[in-house]
């Protein structure tokens, strides 16, 4: 029903909404080839690339474009740009990356995100640990905080399935019925006295005893500890379970053995290089 | 001069003021079919006050983007010249004493955002004055237009240019307009990748075939649209193309100038015979002079459209006529809906600038402006960036202690390179360590950023004290001094404990 609309003396398209109907003005032609043009580019398009999904796939195109073939191309590459770096990171030692500005920076982004894939889970994004894994940006290691001893920490593990992984054992002395309550109550007097916390102090005189007894051959004379064997320094305010009275009772009755994985078998060398140097970097490495 | 003179209006003076036989490009006899061939639209040379202040503002426009490239402006060794420069390679935008890193880009952010209000402002007051006088459409459509008539003649000629047949001369006309055309456009991509290197530099690589890949392309992509868009398209790109003049309805109101035909005074319209008198008749002798000047090719007395981009230059040459015929000027002028309704009634009315929509516009311009002025005085050379570490947010040393990591970044806006000493104030017990540096002075090369991470360190005494005290975050600064230049930085940040206890 196309009519022509007096104020204007445009043809209307007969189109009408609540009253308001559209006039019908020309287009340029030029405009009209345009869209001709783009239809016709939509075709040849259709034609030469992935286009239509499809129940059991897509049409794929004469040309054979992929665009996962595209990424794959860009991760060769990038991995083929990366290479004169890892390359230099395999030969290298650890303190000669630290030292070298370029590979301590590649080492470090590549650590990082490494970091973030493999360990965060356990240890935090920020490396700031939780009770009983232990915060990575303090000062305090059991098994040292130098890039060797990082890095064998790394690759080996802790209590792991590696044959030379790092062990110990810290015993279960009230389970295992070595010492009796008494006792225990007396020596956690006495690592609450040399960690410098309130105590009582005629316990921890008896507990002195106790502890050279069964503690020293691990933790040290004072229980300063001993990174060799992994045994934790008892003197300083750092804890993985906890310093208080009761968290200090519960490790001696029940002993503790954390696990970490050996990285050896899932991670290259060169990523396993770059996250030592990470992890040295975060600020309390020695 | 006159070759479409057909019957002229002879007036009492004795002058004579042509007819024209030209129809607008949107009348309604063609607007049956559904897809319009082009209107050719010829238009004609016009003198007077608009168009004056038209080729001023062309002039200025053009002279200063051909021209901003090549001012010099010292900016000591390894750095170009240049007082207007895009250094994509650096990241950095220099205009004159400015210099504006990644970490600025928010004062590029403003000049958009004020470009965008002042336009709104324009808008507002004076209808679509940015594309009549200033857009760059209009600015190059319009130095098209002049080299077409310097090659070819004024409209009559042109006209009938188009309907000779097809000689020597016709096609050397052509072609020199077309070369004149494409020598203007080269010359406006050429001068548009100057802003992206030093000028002259780059103009002797280009013309040894020197210069970078992308400089030639840049110049051939904006010769080509130049060449289109400004010579063959012309106010197609206005009317077709370009959102803007759907966008400006929305900013207009009835106080907004516009060029506006004053019908109240014009209507009805007929011709007009020597000694005839002007009673019972309007001023408007349809001689159609307006039409024919019109580089959109309309008819302003069918009343405001969408096409009309306020050049003025219809108001030019009525006035013209006017004078011709003695009545009085601008009967076409800038005007709003409310003028022109008023007069119709027989009423006063006074243009009103200050209205609550320009007053809001006006404002805003106002406190951007202010904000970024704030800002650019607030600006120093030597720039340090202090991020907190906030994962963790703190770490407890064996010693007791806390340590708190940071990182640094210190920019170097200076010709020299600088030798920063960071020390700590207002952290008593604390000590700054920086990682990979032994002393606490880092050396920043010229125009650089350094990054770095450092940490501070709280002793065991000082962190007992203010865990006693209830505190779990201390507020100090890190102190940046250039000892080459002797400028300070003082940034505040904080430091974290542990909570409780
Ligand atoms: S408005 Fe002026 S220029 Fe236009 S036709 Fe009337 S008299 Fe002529
Ligand atoms: S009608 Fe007048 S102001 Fe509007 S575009 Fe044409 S000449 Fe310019």
């Given at each position: 029903m196309n009519r022509t609309d007096d104020v204007t003396g445009f043809q209307t398209t007969g189109h009408e909404w609540d009253g308001i109907e559209e006039l019908n003005r020309p287009l340029p032609r030029w405009w009209l080839m345009v869209?001709?043009?783009?239809i016709l580019w939509a075709l040849v398009y259709f034609v030469l690339y992935p286009a239509w999904p499809l129940v059991g796939g897509y049409t794929k195109g004469v040309l054979g474009y992929s665009q996962r073939q595209t990424v794959a191309a860009d991760l060769a590459k990038a991995q083929e740009a990366q290479s004169q770096w890892r390359q230099q990171i395999a030969s290298a030692d650890l303190t000669t990356i630290e030292k070298t500005p370029e590979l301590f920076q590649f080492a470090v982004a590549?650590?990082?995100?490494?970091?973030?894939?493999?360990?965060?889970?356990?240890?935090?994004?920020?490396?700031?640990?939780?009770?009983?894994?232990?915060?990575?940006?303090?000062?305090?290691?059991?098994?040292?905080?130098?890039?060797?001893?990082?890095?064998?920490?790394?690759r080996y593990g802790i209590r792991s399935t590696s044959d030379n992984t790092r062990l110990n054992d810290m015993m279960a002395f009230g389970r295992d019925q070595i010492l009796n309550r008494d006792q225990i109550n007396d020596v956690t007097e006495y690592v609450l006295d040399i960690s410098h916390q309130d105590?009582?102090?005629?316990?921890?005189?008896?507990?002195?005893?106790?502890?050279?007894?069964?503690c020293v051959a691990c933790h040290g004379e004072g229980g300063v500890g001993n990174q060799e064997l992994g045994a934790p320094n008892l003197t300083d305010a750092i804890w993985l379970y906890g310093g208080d009275r009761n968290t200090i009772r519960q490790t001696v009755t029940n002993g503790r053995k954390g696990v970490m994985p050996t990285w050896e078998h899932r991670l290259d060398p060169v990523t396993i290089k770059q996250l030592a140097v990470y992890v040295h970097s975060l600020g309390g490495g020695q | 001069m006159n070759d479409m003179a057909d019957t002229g209006t002879i007036t009492e003076t004795g002058t004579v003021v042509e007819r024209a036989d030209v129809e607008a490009v949107n009348a309604k006899a063609t607007r049956?079919?559904?897809?319009?061939?082009?209107?050719?639209?010829?238009?004609?040379?016009?003198?007077?006050?608009?168009?004056?202040?038209?080729w001023a503002v062309m002039g200025v426009t053009l002279a200063i983007y051909y021209l901003t490239p090549w001012i010099r402006w010292d900016r000591g060794p390894n750095l170009p010249d240049q007082a207007v420069l895009i250094d994509f390679a650096n990241t950095r935008f220099f205009f004159f004493f400015l210099e504006i890193w990644p970490q600025e880009f928010y004062f590029v952010t403003g000049l958009l955002v004020l470009a965008a209000l002042v336009l709104f402002l324009m808008t507002a007051l004076a209808g679509r004055v940015w594309c009549g006088y200033?857009?760059?459409q209009t600015v190059w459509t319009d130095l098209m237009i002049m080299i077409e008539r310097l090659v070819e003649g004024d409209r009559g000629r042109r006209i009938v240019l188009d309907k000779l047949p097809m000689s020597g001369s016709k096609l050397a006309k052509r072609v020199i307009k077309h070369a004149l055309w494409l020598l203007v456009a080269l010359l406006t991509g050429g001068a548009w990748v100057f802003y992206f290197g030093d000028a002259p530099t780059l103009m002797v690589d280009l013309v040894t075939g020197q210069a970078p890949i992308v400089a030639y392309t840049t110049?051939?992509?904006?010769?080509?649209?130049?060449?289109?868009?400004?010579?063959?398209?012309?106010?197609?790109?206005?009317?077709?193309?370009?959102?803007w003049p759907r966008i400006q309805g929305a900013m207009l109101d009835d106080e907004s100038l516009m060029v506006s035909y004053r019908g109240w005074r014009g209507e009805p319209r007929s011709h007009y015979r020597k000694g005839e008198s002007w009673d019972n008749r309007g001023d408007c002798i349809d001689c159609k002079q307006c039409v024919v000047v019109c580089p959109m090719?309309?008819?302003?007395?069918?009343?405001?459209?969408l096409e009309c981009i306020n050049c003025a230059l219809c108001i030019d040459a009525c006035n013209d006529v006017m004078t011709k015929i003695n009545r009085p000027g601008n009967l076409i002028a800038y005007d709003s809906f409310q003028g022109l309704s008023a007069a119709a009634k027989g009423e006063n009315h006074r243009f009103r600038p200050l209205r609550p929509r320009t007053l809001i516009y006006a404002g805003l311009i106002a406190v951007v402006g202010l904000i970024m002025l704030t800002a650019l005085l607030m600006r120093t050379e030597l720039d340090v960036n202090v991020l907190r570490d906030r994962n963790p947010l703190f770490v407890r040393l064996s010693d007791g202690g806390v340590r708190n990591g940071y990182t640094l970044r210190i920019l170097n806006k200076e010709h020299d390179s600088m030798h920063v000493v960071l020390t700590l104030d207002g952290l008593e017990g604390g000590q700054l360590v920086l990682q990979g540096h032994d002393s606490g002075t880092v050396e920043v090369p010229v125009d650089d950023l350094q990054s770095l991470r450092a940490f501070v360190v709280l002793s065991p005494e000082a962190t007992r004290k203010a865990?006693?005290?209830?505190?779990?975050?201390?507020?100090?600064?890190?102190?940046?001094?250039?000892?080459?230049s002797d400028r300070t930085s003082r940034n505040s940040t904080t430091f974290r404990l542990p909570e409780g206890r």
């Open positions: 869209w001709y043009a783009c590549g650590g990082k995100a490494a970091f973030g894939d493999n360990c965060a889970p356990c240890h935090g994004t920020g490396a700031q640990g939780f009770t009983g894994y232990p915060n990575l940006n303090d000062d305090d290691w059991l098994w040292g905080g130098s890039l060797d001893a990082i890095h064998t920490t790394i105590h009582d102090a005629a316990a921890a005189e008896r507990g002195k005893q106790i502890f050279t007894d069964n | 049956e079919t559904l897809y319009a061939e082009r209107v050719k639209i010829h238009p004609k040379l016009v003198h007077g006050h608009w168009r004056r202040i038209k200033m857009c760059p110049i051939g992509v904006l010769t080509a649209t130049t060449y289109l868009l400004g010579g063959l398209a012309r106010e197609q790109v206005c009317t077709y193309m370009c959102p090719g309309i008819d302003i007395r069918d009343g405001a459209q865990m006693a005290a209830g505190e779990d975050v201390l507020d100090f600064a890190i102190v940046a001094h250039d000892t080459q």
